[in-house]
T-cell receptor, first 113, second 109 residues
Framework: EPEVTQTPSHQVTQMGQEVILRCVPI?????FYWYRQILGQKVEFLVS????????KSEIFDDQFSVERPDGSNFTLKIRSTKLEDSAMYFC???????????FGPGTRLLVL | RKEVEQDPGPFNVPEGATVAFNCTYS??????FFWYRQDCRKEPKLLMS???SGNEDGRFTAQLNRASQYISLLIRDSKLSDSATYLC??????????FGQGTELSVKP
């Protein structure tokens, strides 16, 4: 069964450093998403991406965040200058079409020290 | 009012019990509705979509009441493996999913 993959599974970084989280969506999916979940809290939408551009972003997704599809398979989330409060689990998801089921990757656990 | 609100947990039930989860949502224009389950420190996994006519998948039954903006999930004959957090998820429009806080279920032998 096709699945979304994410790397790395864990990332520890120092405050102020840049991190890039990587995702490989399901191959025939056209819509890509990033969500985050701070420990003990609910899953929160960050951004959606379609046709090589951002479709929608949340208030959380400020100027320190960016997304990119650098090639035909990868979808990345960059955090330019990490803050302590960026520590969370980051989930990538993909779907065939908007409103259709979104399938989630296993997540990257980011810890900012 | 929260965008998606769920019953507070945890629910502790014996094996074989029937358990019901409730959820309300605030955006009346919402288009798609789902129940996901999340195991500890894992990704959300789709349990089932929720349709206006109600739908069933084995031991699981989901209902949607658009007029009341209310979604429910019923689990019959609960198994130990059903222990997880159940997430009520709403797609208001576009692709963004709005998640509830989740309700933790613990099924005991």
């Amino acid at each position: 069964e096709p699945e979304v993959t994410q790397t790395p599974s864990h990332q520890v970084t120092q405050m102020g450093q840049e991190v890039i989280l990587r995702c490989v969506p399901i191959s025939n999916h056209l819509y890509f998403y990033w969500y985050r979940q701070i420990l003990g809290q609910k899953v929160e939408f960050l951004v959606s991406f379609y046709n090589n551009e951002i479709s929608e972003k949340s208030e959380i997704f400020d100027d320190q965040f960016s997304v990119e599809r650098p090639d035909g398979s990868n979808f990345t989330l960059k955090i330019r200058s990490t803050k302590l409060e960026d520590s969370a689990m980051y989930f990538c998801a993909s779907s065939e079409a908007v409103g259709e089921t979104q399938y989630f990757g296993p997540g990257t656990r980011l810890l900012v020290l | 009012r929260k965008e998606v609100e769920q019953d507070p947990g945890p629910f502790n039930v014996p094996e074989g019990a029937t358990v019901a989860f409730n959820c309300t949502y605030s955006n009346s224009a919402s288009q798609s509705f789902f129940w996901y389950r999340q195991d500890c420190r894992k990704e959300p996994k789709l349990l089932m979509s929720v349709y206006s006519s109600g739908n069933e998948d084995g031991r699981f039954t989901a209902q949607l009441n658009r007029a009341s903006q209310y979604i429910s999930l019923l689990i019959r004959d609960s198994k130990l493996s059903d222990s997880a957090t159940y997430l009520c998820v709403v797609n208001p429009q576009g692709g963004k999913l709005i998640f509830g806080q989740g309700t933790e279920l613990s099924v005991k032998p």
